[in-house]
């Protein structure tokens, strides 16, 4: 069983950063990608960057393109979503998703919050 477990959430101001973490119990390098998620209360789940590990492509969601980044520690098996220039639109609760072997695995969710 893959288990996945965010941190790294919080309240911060518009203009702020936030990084998000990802551990996982089973080696990253050999899933088929790793995403994040956000979803708002009564809004679906929507995408927020996807990275495909072995064509090595990532895919980034238009409002966060230029202003999030994710990164990969294989050695932790750890995937990050750094969060920069945060703005009230991004408050959600984030979840990581690991797919491995054509099956998807959710972390619990971390909130996300951003007011002044």
């Known amino acids: 069983q893959v288990q996945l477990v965010e941190s790294g959430g919080g309240l911060v101001q518009p203009g702020g950063s936030l990084r998000l973490s990802c551990a996982a119990n089973r080696s990253i390098s050999s899933s088929s990608a790793m995403t994040w998620y956000r979803q708002v209360p009564g809004k679906q789940r929507e995408l927020v960057v996807a990275?495909?590990?072995?064509?090595?492509?990532?895919h980034y969601e238009d409002s966060v393109k230029g202003r999030f980044t994710i990164s990969i520690n294989n050695a932790k098996n750890t995937v990050f979503l750094q969060m920069n220039s945060l703005k009230p639109e991004d408050t959600a609760v984030y979840y990581c998703?690991?797919?491995?072997?054509?099956?998807?695995?959710w972390g619990q969710g971390t909130q996300v919050s951003v007011s002044s």
């Open positions: 990275h495909f590990t072995v064509a090595g492509i990532t």
């Open positions: 998703r690991a797919d491995f072997n054509g099956r998807g695995y």
